[in-house]
């Protein structure tokens, strides 16, 4: 099956200026997530999707971060204006929950590196 | 809130060397832990995971131990080698909404 697809792979923009990442799940997979993993740290959750609704987007800085998946497949992140701390890599991860319930893995995509200038 | 702390690196090991990586964690409840690679230029995979506690997560040769008494869940490989290089990651999952917490990340160097 195929993985996490996510594109650009890289990016560079300068600051003020507006960028988006687009993510396509696994198929089937209902819960989709984004993470944020500045260099020489590891990744830190930013939203995360159930179908089409959010389900914790407690660390994404709603001044200029703004995420949507509107028909429960494919999502896409963006920043609007960017700052220098922004650059980091952006990862895109999906899960399915196993029938009945219980345990899940996530699968994570390569990432979208963003440098901003 | 959780966290997971992880054995600063750089590591660099001979070929053939014993690896230990170690990890403990903070949570309320009972978190499931995991050990994520992440290869050069990809994303992050699954290596193993532990899902209660004694339980011994192994894959490709590593394993980890799931000790609860010491909240840890340390990395381990008998016999590393060159293609093992990559950044290691441990994680917990804990709470409702399924969500990781990740540790800094390790970096792993084999040289042959």
């Known amino acids: 099956e195929a993985g996490v697809a996510q594109s650009p792979r890289y990016k560079i923009i300068e600051k003020r200026q507006s960028v988006a990442f687009w993510c396509n799940p696994i198929?089937?997979?209902?819960?989709l997530y984004w993470y944020q993993q500045i260099l020489g740290q590891g990744p830190k959750l930013l939203i995360q999707?159930?179908?089409?609704?959010?389900?914790?987007d407690s660390q994404l800085p709603k001044d200029r971060f703004s995420a949507e998946r509107l028909k429960g497949v494919d999502s896409t992140l963006k920043i609007q204006p960017a700052k220098l701390e922004d650059s980091a890599v952006y990862l895109c991860?999906?899960?399915?929950?196993?029938?009945?319930?219980?345990?899940?893995?996530?699968?994570f995509g390569p990432g979208t590196r963003l440098l901003v200038l | 809130g959780n966290s997971v702390t992880q054995m600063e690196g750089p590591v660099t090991l001979s070929e053939e060397a014993f690896l230990t990586i170690n990890c403990t964690y903070t949570?309320?409840?009972?978190?499931?832990l995991f050990w994520y690679v992440q290869y050069p230029g990809e994303g992050l995979q699954l290596l193993l995971k532990?899902?209660?506690?004694?339980d011994k997560g192994s894959n490709k040769g590593f394993e980890a131990t799931y000790r609860k008494e010491t909240t840890s869940f340390h990395l381990e490989k008998g016999s590393v080698q060159v293609s093992d290089s990559a950044v290691y990651f441990c994680a917990l999952r804990g709470g409702s909404n399924y969500k990781l917490t990740f540790g800094k990340g390790t970096l792993l160097t084999v040289n042959p």
């Open positions: 198929s089937g997979h209902a819960t």
């Open positions: 999707f159930q179908n089409n609704g959010v389900v914790d």
């Open positions: 532990a899902t209660k506690a004694d």
């Open positions: 949570a309320t409840g009972y978190p499931s």
């Open positions: 991860a999906s899960s399915s929950r196993r029938t009945g319930g219980g345990e899940e893995t996530q699968y």
